[in-house]
């Protein structure tokens, strides 16, 4: 048997659930001073990277687009700044919308207001003037925004907000958009309303929104049965083994077609986890599945699926203060290859890197993840390549190398 040693601390650390590790990290670039606050990567029309991000102009929060020039963001690129008021764009999400073109969503702490910014070019140097959605009718409006285009080509936009009375006791909302760059829309539907944080939101097969989320105890699961979420089905609780399982969740559509889930479990074990939905409202699912238990890792989980259908994610190690990506090597996650560290932190020095992570596949099969480094203030890009089969490589199951 080869590499005896080096088998016995893989299957240690690993459990059996081993494949070759394929992932390769390339160049890793720093963009541009950031406040700490949320970044969405995306492949724009041309090809080429873009990001939102929390940005830094008149020295305060502002949301800011960086547009790469080329793929690995090493030679530079265009900033704009779409808006520069006062505290501005710490929380956004960004998506394309049909015409390929990015829109926007993002909070304005001062006004307690939710905003809207639709790119009228491909880099965001042009765009319409920002639309405010929703303001201060709530005590506490907006956190955990998501945005993503309806079949209808018309945005959906998730977040929670307070109803008014009791800051504390959040409300999952989600309101949809009757035209295209927003300027036109319906009033938020209030889809739970008991204590919830932190929702993903994706639009499922049948073109009706699904959303994971956290009650504050358990990882729950929503299946809206409208094109706006007029309609909705009863939450479920997809994990409620221990506490705070869920707190920070990543939902996507498989292979299959179903929702799949990729979250944090914030328990005593503090793991990386992941559920596969067995149907379109995930009333029947697989059990979870422990993909990273290696110290205090899971968090600001972010998810893509490859082309032939298997989950990648980038995720913080808070451990090791570090940038993680995992890649799965079947559509529902029964196998996976090892962790990779992708951007090392450094816990002396307090050197923070990985948080608030998007993760992005690229037309050529590429990965590019966006996050913030916390000691340096700098938003940042990583590169990477992932291949489907690696002969190279040895493949392990049940602890012994396959031939």
Same mark, same amino acid.
């Given at each position: 048997?080869?590499?005896?040693?080096?088998?016995?601390?893989?299957?240690?650390?690993?459990?059996? $659930?081993?494949?070759?590790?394929?992932?390769?990290?390339? =160049?890793?670039?720093?963009?541009?001073?950031? %406040?700490?606050?949320?970044? =969405?990567?995306?492949?724009?029309?041309?090809?080429?990277?873009?990001?939102? @991000?929390?940005?830094?102009?008149?020295?305060?929060?502002?949301?800011?687009?960086?547009?790469? $020039?080329?793929?690995?963001?090493?030679?530079?690129?265009?900033?704009?700044?779409? #808006?520069?008021?006062?505290?501005?764009?710490?929380? $956004?999400?960004?998506?394309?919308?049909? #015409?390929?073109?990015?829109?926007?969503?993002?909070?304005?702490?001062?006004? !307690?207001?939710?905003?809207?910014?639709?790119?009228?070019?491909?880099?965001?140097?042009?765009?319409?003037?920002?639309?405010?959605?929703?303001?201060?009718?709530?005590?506490?409006?907006?956190?955990?925004?998501?945005?993503?285009?309806? !079949?209808?080509?018309?945005?959906?936009?998730?977040?929670?907000?307070?109803?008014?009375?009791?800051?504390?006791?959040?409300?999952?909302?989600?309101?949809?958009? =009757?035209?295209?760059?927003?300027?036109?829309?319906?009033?938020?539907?209030?889809?739970?309303?008991?204590?919830?944080?932190?929702?993903?939101?994706?639009?499922?097969?049948?073109?009706?929104?699904?959303?994971?989320?956290?009650?504050?105890?358990?990882?729950?699961?929503?299946?809206?049965?409208?094109?706006?979420?007029?309609?909705?089905?009863?939450?479920?609780?997809?994990?409620?083994?221990? %506490? %705070?399982?869920?707190?920070?969740?990543?939902?996507?559509?498989?292979?299959?077609?179903?929702?799949?889930?990729?979250?944090? !479990?914030?328990?005593?074990?503090?793991?990386?986890?992941?559920?596969?939905?067995?149907?379109?409202?995930?009333?029947?699912?697989?059990?979870?599945?422990?993909?990273?238990?290696?110290?205090?890792?899971?968090?600001?989980?972010?998810?893509?699926?490859?082309?032939?259908?298997?989950?990648?994610?980038? @995720?913080?190690?808070?451990?090791?203060?570090?940038?993680?990506?995992?890649?799965?090597?079947?559509?529902?996650?029964?196998?996976?290859?090892?962790?990779?560290?992708?951007?090392?932190?450094?816990?002396?020095?307090?050197?923070?890197?990985?948080?608030?992570?998007?993760?992005?596949?690229?037309?050529?099969?590429?990965?590019?993840?966006?996050?913030?480094?916390?000691?340096?203030?700098?938003?940042?890009?990583?590169?990477?390549? !992932?291949?489907?089969?690696?002969?190279?490589?040895?493949?392990?199951? $049940?602890? %012994?190398?396959?031939?």
């Amino acid at each position: 048997m080869k590499n005896l040693y080096l088998l016995t601390a893989l299957i240690l650390s690993y459990g059996t $659930n081993l494949t070759a590790q394929n992932i390769t990290v390339g =160049t890793i670039t720093t963009i541009e001073d950031a %406040f700490d606050g949320d970044t =969405t990567i995306l492949i724009a029309t041309d090809g080429m990277p873009i990001i939102s @991000y929390n940005g830094t102009s008149n020295a305060s929060q502002s949301l800011n687009i960086y547009k790469c $020039n080329n793929l690995q963001c090493t030679n530079g690129g265009v900033v704009t700044v779409l #808006d520069s008021n006062p505290s501005v764009g710490s929380l $956004n999400s960004m998506t394309l919308g049909m #015409d390929g073109l990015p829109i926007i969503v993002y909070n304005d702490a001062i006004n !307690h207001s939710i905003k809207v910014v639709k790119c009228t070019s491909v880099d965001c140097s042009s765009f319409i003037t920002p639309i405010t959605l929703q303001d201060n009718t709530d005590e506490f409006v907006g956190d955990s925004f998501n945005i993503v285009i309806g !079949h209808d080509g018309n945005p959906v936009i998730s977040y929670f907000s307070s109803g008014g009375v009791d800051i504390l006791a959040l409300e999952l909302k989600v309101l949809s958009c =009757t035209t295209p760059n927003c300027s036109a829309f319906n009033q938020p539907i209030t889809v739970y309303d008991q204590n919830t944080s932190n929702n993903s939101l994706a639009i499922g097969a049948d073109g009706n929104p699904v959303l994971s989320f956290f009650d504050g105890v358990d990882l729950r699961f929503i299946k809206c049965t409208s094109s706006t979420c007029s309609t909705f089905q009863d939450s479920i609780v997809l994990d409620n083994t221990g %506490f %705070f399982a869920g707190e920070n969740s990543s939902i996507a559509i498989g292979a299959s077609g179903n929702p799949i889930i990729s979250y944090y !479990h914030n328990d005593s074990n503090d793991t990386l986890k992941f559920i596969n939905c067995l149907n379109t409202d995930c009333s029947q699912s697989s059990s979870s599945i422990v993909l990273d238990d290696i110290g205090d890792v899971g968090l600001f989980p972010s998810m893509v699926v490859d082309i032939n259908g298997n989950p990648i994610i980038s @995720y913080f190690d808070f451990t090791s203060l570090s940038l993680k990506l995992i890649k799965c090597t079947s559509i529902d996650c029964s196998t996976f290859s090892p962790a990779i560290v992708a951007d090392q932190g450094d816990i002396a020095m307090l050197k923070w890197v990985g948080e608030n992570n998007s993760l992005v596949l690229g037309s050529n099969g590429n990965l590019f993840v966006s996050y913030f480094d916390k000691f340096n203030q700098k938003l940042k890009i990583l590169t990477a390549t !992932h291949a489907s089969v690696d002969s190279e490589i040895p493949v392990f199951k $049940n602890g %012994f190398e396959q031939e």
